[in-house]
């Protein structure tokens, strides 16, 4: 099992920006993908990023891309997710998950282990 622990939401103004941090325990190992999935208020949960291991390759969202930075600290073992120039559409909450196996994905049936969320909330 592993545990993923996301902190770093809040409100901001738009244009604003947030930085999250995911935090992973538990049966962690190398190879593994991290993502950033969010859901808003009325709708599905969708892709927003992934990195690879080691941390060179990532994956973005078209709706972020350009305004938002994945990265990892593998010895942490720990992703962080740094939100520029944010909109009030961007409002939602954002859950970090894992892909133990395989490649870059951004389906969500594809990563097996999840976090609680953290609400990022941005104002007009």
């Known amino acids: 099992q592993v545990q993923l622990v996301e902190s770093g939401g809040g409100l901001v103004q738009a244009g604003g920006s947030l930085r999250l941090s995911c935090a992973a325990s538990?049966?962690?190992?190398?190879?593994?993908?991290m993502g950033w999935f969010r859901q808003a208020p009325g709708k599905e949960r969708e892709f927003v990023a992934a990195i690879m291991w080691p941390g060179s390759v990532t994956h973005y969202s078209d709706s972020v891309k350009s305004r938002f930075t994945i990265s990892r600290d593998n010895g942490k073992n720990t992703v962080y997710l740094e939100m520029n120039s944010l909109k009030p559409e961007d409002t939602a909450v954002y859950y970090c998950a894992v892909r133990p196996w395989g490649g870059r994905s951004s389906a969500e049936a594809d990563y097996d282990y999840w976090g609680q969320g953290t609400q990022v909330t941005v104002s007009s």
């Open positions: 538990g049966r962690t190992s190398s190879g593994y993908v």
